[in-house]
C-alpha cells in the first residue's frame, strides 16, 4: 500500500466532557495517515488519479471545529469516516490530540486504524 501522511493539522473547537470545555474552543491537533492502492510507475500525474489532500484536509479542519464531540474517540471516529468517504483510501489511521488537557503532559489523545468496508 502507498500511505499519504497528513501531519499536525491545527484546529479550534469545542471538545470535552466538563462544563467549562463546552464553553470555549480548545486547540485539537490531528494527524492522518491515509492507506491507497500501489500507485503503478506509469500511473498519469494528475490529481483525478490521486487523493486530494487539500480537499481532505478542509473537511477535515471544518468538521473538527464545529462538531462540538465530548470526546476525542468520536472525532477519530468522524474523521476516519470522513476519510473512508474517498473510495480509493483503504485504510486510515487518525490521531486525535488535546496539547495541555492534562497538568504535567504535553498532550493527550487517541490513535484508530479503520478499514474500508468491503461492502461498499
Not at 463546552?22 to 492507506?35: A, Y
Not at 478542509?58 to 471545529?65: G, T, Y
Not at 470522513?82 to 492534562?102: F, M, N, Q
Request: proline residues 2%; charged residues 30%.
Amino acid at each position: 500500500m502507498d500511505k499519504v501522511v497528513i501531519k499536525n493539522i491545527q484546529a479550534r473547537g469545542i471538545i470535552g466532557i466538563r462544563d467549562w470545555e463546552r464553553e470555549k474552543n480548545q486547540e485539537i491537533l490531528i494527524n492522518i495517515e491515509l492507506f491507497t492502492q500501489d500507485r503503478k510507475a506509469d500511473t498519469p500525474d494528475v490529481i483525478s488519479a490521486c487523493v486530494d489532500y487539500s480537499v481532505l484536509t478542509k473537511k477535515v479542519l471544518s468538521h473538527a471545529e464545529t462538531a462540538r464531540r465530548f470526546t476525542v474517540e468520536a472525532l477519530a471516529e468522524d474523521i476516519a469516516r470522513i476519510c473512508l468517504e474517498d473510495s480509493r483510501v483503504l485504510k486510515t489511521t487518525v490521531r486525535i490530540e488535546k496539547p495541555g488537557a492534562v497538568r504535567f503532559s504535553q498532550s493527550v489523545g487517541v490513535e484508530i486504524e479503520r478499514f474500508q468496508d468491503p461492502s461498499t
